[in-house]
């Protein structure tokens, strides 16, 4: 059995955003997911326990909204003291071993967590790490004080992987001050073995890591097109909703739900980026608690199902096919609402609208129509 601490209680201050670094956005989703995710992913953590600062806990059960996390734990003032309350609480029914990861390093290569793993079956801790490759000089005052030999040298990466009993005795009689695991147990004199590292864990400090760490993931997405189509009945009696918006006109649309063709036909391109059918596969019309339902819900769920394949949604863009009532006025908010759905970046979304010259249904105002192109970019192999 396998736990792992994600730890998220940092202010991340050296970076300079107005948010803690690990809740900034990457690819549409925040850092912490991406990290949770990267634990997640191969299938050897049983649970996932995140370590917040406190008062963040509902604020990161959100952003882990659909994964398998356990809620999330109030840290300390130091690093070590939120391992300890990390470890205390997985105490009460202790795993063989436990990963301590940071909330902040969202990739982790194939293979590490395995090889960590198995390098506990020898020594009472493993890290990953990567040879420092270049030439190490000490200085103070703006010069060179002299050179240091990097023979030997490692840069410690995590996620770092410890007997759990092991571990929580190092923190209960350990340095409450120290920065890193591993030292607790070199300072008791327990051996930690070395497991390889990778460039590409790497743990976001300045803003150019949150840009190569992008570049990183970005390069291993595939763009993939769906679109979409839907249209319903204008009749008395309903709302007119559209995208999201309620818009003032005498007559609504005639629908299982809420019948928002903008939403529908915007889900069903999405599910058809993703080959994952459309609309009616995952809410049946046929099934009576979809009666009236707000169409919010379909768009997140089809935001989610980008999120569970490690995609991200690049842009959306609808158009609503009708003589009335005028869209471009209410095209603002109806891109803002479902950037929102979507969690995207209000440039992502494109709302218009156009008329079929009075030809048709829709030229008739009999109904409404919409279609909807959809641009997801999802993995195409390992990160690595």
């Known amino acids: 059995m396998i736990a792992a601490l994600l730890m998220a209680a940092g202010t991340g201050q ?12 990457l690819l549409g989703r925040p850092v912490i997911r991406h990290a949770a995710e990267a634990l997640l992913r191969e299938g050897l953590v049983d649970r996932l326990l995140p370590v917040v600062a406190p008062g963040e806990e509902a604020h990161v059960a959100a952003l882990l909204d659909g994964l398998p ?3 999330p734990v109030a840290g300390g003032p130091t690093r070590a003291a939120s391992v300890r309350a990390g470890l205390e609480v997985l105490a009460t029914d202790p795993p063989a071993m436990v990963l301590v990861h940071d909330a902040a390093r969202p990739v982790i290569p194939p293979g590490t967590i395995a090889a960590l793993r198995d390098a506990l079956a020898h020594a009472p801790g493993a890290i990953p790490a990567q040879p420092v490759t270049d030439t190490l000089k000490r200085g ?13 040298l490692f840069r410690a990466q995590t996620p770092q992987a410890f007997r759990f009993d ?3 005795a190092a923190h209960r009689g350990g340095d409450a001050t120290a920065t890193d695991d591993a030292a607790l147990l070199e300072a008791g004199g ?11 864990s790497i743990k976001i400090t300045w803003p150019e890591d949150l840009a190569r760490v992008e570049a990183h993931l970005s390069a291993h997405l595939s763009p993939r097109m769906g679109t979409g189509f839907d249209v319903h009945r204008l009749v008395e009696g309903r709302p007119l909703v559209l995208c999201g ?3 003032p006109h005498p007559l609504g ?3 299982h739900s809420d019948a928002d063709v903008g939403i529908h036909a915007l889900c069903d391109a999405i599910y058809g980026a993703l080959a994952e059918g459309d609309i009616g596969r995952w809410f049946p019309p046929s099934e009576a608690q979809w009666k009236d339902a707000d169409s919010a819900r379909f768009l997140r ?3 989610g199902r980008i999120a569970a394949r490690g995609g991200v949604l690049a842009n959306a863009d609808v158009t609503l096919i009708c003589e009335r009532p005028k869209i471009t006025p209410h095209a603002p908010a109806m891109r803002a609402r479902l950037a929102e759905l979507l969690g995207v970046p209000i440039d992502a979304v494109s709302v218009k609208a156009t008329t079929t010259e009075q030809l048709g249904f829709a030229g008739r105002g009999e109904g409404i129509a919409a279609q909807a192109a959809a641009v997801v970019l999802v993995p195409r192999c390992a990160i690595s």
């Open 140 to 152: 103070a005052d703006g010069r060179i004080l002299h050179t240091v030999p990097r023979e030997g």
């Open 14 to 25: 050296r970076f300079g955003a107005p948010v803690p670094k690990q809740y900034l956005p």
């Open 245 to 247: 918006v309620t818009v």
């Open 190 to 200: 327990l051996p930690v073995a070395l497991v390889a590292g990778s460039e590409h």
């Open 69 to 71: 996390a356990l809620p």
């Open 301 to 303: 769920h089809a935001a």
């Open 166 to 168: 092991v571990l929580l």
């Open 253 to 255: 649309l005639a629908g």
